[in-house]
C-alpha cells in the first residue's frame, strides 16, 4: 500500500527536510509531488537519489493526492488547507493557521496519538510549534506518572526557526564581524550574531510574545488544560537545534533519578545525562538527530516536588519535517487513510 504525497513549501528549510526524511524513512509513497509558488516553478529538489522539479501549487489538482504536507506559511495555509482537505486529500500542516482550531487536532505522535482520529472534520492536521513540540515529549512521561502542576521554561532558539533567511542573517553578520563590516539588520529587531534576543514573533498586550503564547496554548491543548505555564523565548545565534531550561512542578513527589529512568523509557525521548564536563546535549549534537535529548535532570529544592532540566532537539526535524511524517505515519498504521489509487 502506497500513498500519494504533496509537499508544498518544497523550496523552504522545512519542505527541504520533510522530503529527506520521508526518503530516510521509507515512507511507502507511490508519487511525490514538490509545491511552491509560482516563482519557484521548475527549481529542483532532492528526494533521495532522485531530482523533482517544483510544481507551482495554484495550479496543481488535489484530487488524486492522498496526504500533504504543508510547510508554507500560515497564510498560505489558511488559503489552502481547507480547499486541499476538500478535495479529499489530508493536510499536514506546519503553520499555526489551525493549530487552535477545535475541529483540528494538534499531534506529537509520542504524546497524543489518540487525538488524530478526529482529523476527519476537516481533514486537517496541525503540526506544533517547534519549541513546544519537542517540550511535551519530554514532559509527557513524567505527567502521566507524577501529573504536572506548573512549568516555567525559557527557550534558546536556533535562527533555522526564522527560515533561510534567519540562516543567512547569523552568516552575514558573524562574516561582517570579523572582517570589520557594517553589520545590517534585516531579518531580526537587533543584531544576532554575537547577541540573543528575547523576543520571538509579535508582542501581545500582556507583554508576552506570541511565540510565549504558542506554548502555553498548545502545551495546554496536547497535554493537560489544568497545567500552568509561562515561557520567556530567546533567539540565539545558533544555526540548528533549539535548547530550553524547564522548571517543573508536580503533585505526587519524583526524583532527579526516577525521572531519569522515566525519561529514558519513553518514546522520542533520550536521555544524556552525567555529571561530568561535556555530560550533557548541547544544539550542535542534536542537529540532524531525531530523538528529544534530556540532560542536566536535577531536584529543585525552592518547591515542592521540582525538578529541574535541559531540553534539546533539532528544531527543523522533530520541531517540524520529522513530526509531520510521523503523523502521516500515524494515520496509515491506525488504518484511518487508504490510498486513493492502488498501486501498479
Given at each position: 500500500?502506497?500513498?500519494?504525497?504533496?509537499?508544498?513549501?518544497?523550496?523552504?528549510?522545512?519542505?527541504?527536510?520533510?522530503?529527506?526524511?520521508?526518503?530516510?524513512?521509507?515512507?511507502?509513497?507511490?508519487?511525490?509531488?514538490?509545491?511552491?509558488?509560482?516563482?519557484?516553478?521548475?527549481?529542483?529538489?532532492?528526494?533521495?537519489?532522485?531530482?523533482?522539479?517544483?510544481?507551482?501549487?495554484?495550479?496543481?489538482?488535489?484530487?488524486?493526492?492522498?496526504?500533504?504536507?504543508?510547510?508554507?506559511?500560515?497564510?498560505?495555509?489558511?488559503?489552502?488547507?481547507?480547499?486541499?482537505?476538500?478535495?479529499?486529500?489530508?493536510?499536514?500542516?506546519?503553520?499555526?493557521?489551525?493549530?487552535?482550531?477545535?475541529?483540528?487536532?494538534?499531534?506529537?505522535?509520542?504524546?497524543?496519538?489518540?487525538?488524530?482520529?478526529?482529523?476527519?472534520?476537516?481533514?486537517?492536521?496541525?503540526?506544533?510549534?517547534?519549541?513546544?513540540?519537542?517540550?511535551?515529549?519530554?514532559?509527557?512521561?513524567?505527567?502521566?506518572?507524577?501529573?504536572?502542576?506548573?512549568?516555567v521554561v525559557a527557550t534558546y532558539q536556533s535562527v533555522s526557526g526564522a527560515g533561510k533567511e534567519g540562516m543567512d542573517e547569523l552568516f552575514t553578520q558573524t562574516?561582517?564581524?570579523?572582517?570589520?563590516?557594517?553589520?545590517?539588520?534585516?531579518?531580526?529587531?537587533?543584531?544576532?550574531?554575537?547577541?540573543?534576543?528575547?523576543?520571538?514573533?509579535?508582542?501581545?498586550?500582556?507583554?508576552?510574545?506570541?511565540?510565549?503564547?504558542?506554548?502555553?496554548?498548545?502545551?495546554?491543548?496536547?497535554?493537560?488544560?489544568?497545567?500552568?505555564?509561562?515561557?520567556?523565548?530567546?533567539?540565539?545565534?545558533?544555526?540548528?537545534?533549539?535548547?530550553?531550561?524547564?522548571?517543573?512542578?508536580?503533585?505526587?513527589?519524583?526524583?532527579?533519578?526516577?525521572?531519569?529512568?522515566?525519561?529514558?523509557?519513553?518514546?522520542?525521548?533520550?536521555?544524556?545525562?552525567?555529571?561530568?564536563?561535556?555530560?550533557?546535549?548541547?544544539?550542535?549534537?542534536?542537529?540532524?538527530?531525531?530523538?528529544?535529548?534530556?540532560?542536566?535532570?536535577?531536584?529543585?529544592?525552592?518547591?515542592?516536588?521540582?525538578?529541574?532540566?535541559?531540553?534539546?532537539?533539532?528544531?527543523?526535524?522533530?520541531?517540524?519535517?520529522?513530526?509531520?511524517?510521523?503523523?502521516?505515519?500515524?494515520?496509515?498504521?491506525?488504518?484511518?487513510?487508504?490510498?486513493?489509487?492502488?498501486?501498479?
Open positions: 500500500m502506497s500513498f500519494k504525497v504533496a509537499v508544498v513549501g518544497a523550496t523552504g528549510n522545512v519542505g527541504r527536510e520533510m522530503l529527506n526524511i520521508l526518503d530516510e524513512r521509507g515512507f511507502p509513497v507511490s508519487e511525490v509531488v514538490a509545491l511552491a509558488s509560482r516563482r519557484s516553478q521548475g527549481t529542483e529538489v532532492s528526494f533521495g537519489d532522485r531530482t523533482l522539479k517544483v510544481r507551482a501549487l495554484d495550479s496543481y489538482d488535489f484530487s488524486d493526492t492522498d496526504i500533504c504536507v504543508m510547510s508554507a506559511g500560515g497564510n498560505v495555509s489558511k488559503e489552502w488547507s481547507p480547499k486541499i482537505g476538500k478535495q479529499g486529500c489530508v493536510v499536514i500542516d506546519n503553520s499555526s493557521a489551525f493549530r487552535y482550531d477545535p475541529d483540528v487536532p494538534l499531534i506529537v505522535p509520542e504524546v497524543n496519538p489518540d487525538a488524530v482520529s478526529t482529523f476527519t472534520r476537516k481533514n486537517i492536521i496541525a503540526n506544533p510549534n517547534c519549541s513546544t513540540a519537542q517540550l511535551v515529549v519530554a514532559l509527557k512521561p513524567l505527567h502521566d506518572v507524577a501529573t504536572i502542576k506548573r512549568v562574516r561582517a564581524v570579523f572582517v570589520a563590516d557594517s553589520v545590517d539588520v534585516k531579518k531580526f529587531t537587533k543584531r544576532i550574531a554575537f547577541n540573543v534576543i528575547p523576543h520571538i514573533d509579535v508582542f501581545l498586550d500582556d507583554g508576552f510574545t506570541k511565540e510565549e503564547w504558542k506554548m502555553v496554548a498548545e502545551t495546554k491543548k496536547m497535554l493537560d488544560p489544568k497545567i500552568k505555564l509561562t515561557a520567556t523565548c530567546v533567539r540565539v545565534p545558533v544555526f540548528i537545534g533549539h535548547s530550553e531550561a524547564v522548571n517543573i512542578e508536580f503533585e505526587k513527589p519524583i526524583t532527579a533519578d526516577e525521572a531519569r529512568e522515566i525519561l529514558r523509557e519513553a518514546p522520542g525521548c533520550q536521555v544524556l545525562d552525567k555529571r561530568e564536563d561535556g555530560g550533557y546535549i548541547t544544539p550542535l549534537e542534536s542537529a540532524g538527530e531525531d530523538a528529544t535529548f534530556i540532560s542536566r535532570i536535577r531536584e529543585d529544592s525552592t518547591v515542592d516536588n521540582g525538578l529541574s532540566m535541559w531540553v534539546v532537539s533539532d528544531n527543523l526535524r522533530k520541531g517540524a519535517a520529522l513530526n509531520a511524517v510521523q503523523i502521516a505515519e500515524l494515520l496509515i498504521e491506525r488504518g484511518l487513510i487508504q490510498p486513493k489509487k492502488k498501486a501498479a
